[in-house]
């Protein structure tokens, strides 16, 4: 019998069987995993097995290879705080849909784990969670192997005067580094390099480059899969929240 304890946040949830559910979780030492948890669908742990959860998890099957089963005591429900607002709601969602579709299974991703729990403990500040959204899908590419690069210029090297995104590698590029190659570049608005102004409408147009490198470049490399129709709806609550 393989056994392992950890500390999780519950991804999604769906019904086995009558009575049980198949859980999937992001755990801090075990990366993304699933196992079925009997009873889940009672009334006691239903509530408690709601995406965003923070669980503590125990996993056990017979071999490595198998799906297992898990056993869960909460931590902290999040569910209040999404279910009360449009946009917490909406960015819930969003994190888990990616994380669920990008994390590679059982494989572990510490600081990743880290930023997703402060993420989510965020839930319900519609001030702080836009920008703290942002950071996080930043992290999210880095974490996965494509990282943005926005200290200098690609083509210059100053560290001036950066206006734009090489959508091929990542880099930042200066205004004048761009010259007649600026329309085929990504807009590096200077909240994603860590500056500027921190309105919606900024992140927004921050939010269009992360997004594209999580399209083109991270979801593509997992072959024909498609961006979680979870994110569009968040950028859509973040452009109505102004």
């Known amino acids: 019998m393989i056994e392992w304890r950890d500390e999780a946040t519950l991804l999604a949830v769906r019904p086995f069987g009558e009575t049980s559910v198949i859980v999937e979780v992001f755990a801090a030492e075990h990366g993304r995993d699933a196992g079925v948890v009997r009873g889940g669908a009672s009334r006691k742990l239903a509530p408690v097995l709601q995406p965003g959860a923070q669980l503590s998890v125990a996993w056990k099957a ?10 869960v005591e909460p931590l902290r429900s999040r569910s209040a705080a999404a279910m009360g607002d449009r946009l917490s709601l909406a ?6 849909a990616l994380l669920s579709l990008v994390l590679p299974e059982r494989e572990a991703h510490a600081p990743l784990y880290c ?59 200066s205004a004048a580094g761009a010259g007649g190659w600026a329309d085929r570049l990504l807009p590096l608005p200077p909240v994603l390099a860590g500056g500027g102004e921190a309105s919606n409408a ?31 709806r968040l950028l859509d609550a973040i452009a109505r929240a102004g």
Not at 62 to 71: I, V
Not at 91 to 96: D, E, R
Request: net charge negative; proline share 3%.
């Open 202 to 232: 900024e992140i927004l147009r921050a939010l269009g480059t992360t997004g594209y490198f999580i399209e083109h470049r991270l979801i593509r490399s997992l072959g024909d899969r498609e961006v979680p129709a979870a994110r569009q």
């Open 91 to 96: 960015g819930l969602n969003a994190v888990c």
């Open 62 to 71: 017979r071999l490595d290879s198998h799906l297992g089963s898990f056993t």
């Open 115 to 173: 930023r997703t729990v402060s993420l989510l403990d965020l839930l319900g500040d519609g001030d702080l969670w836009p920008l703290a959204y942002l950071r996080w899908e930043q992290a999210l590419l880095e974490d996965m192997g494509f990282a943005l690069d926005l200290s200098s210029c690609a083509a210059t090297g100053v560290t001036e005067g950066l206006a734009y995104v090489s959508p091929k590698t990542g880099r930042a590029v």
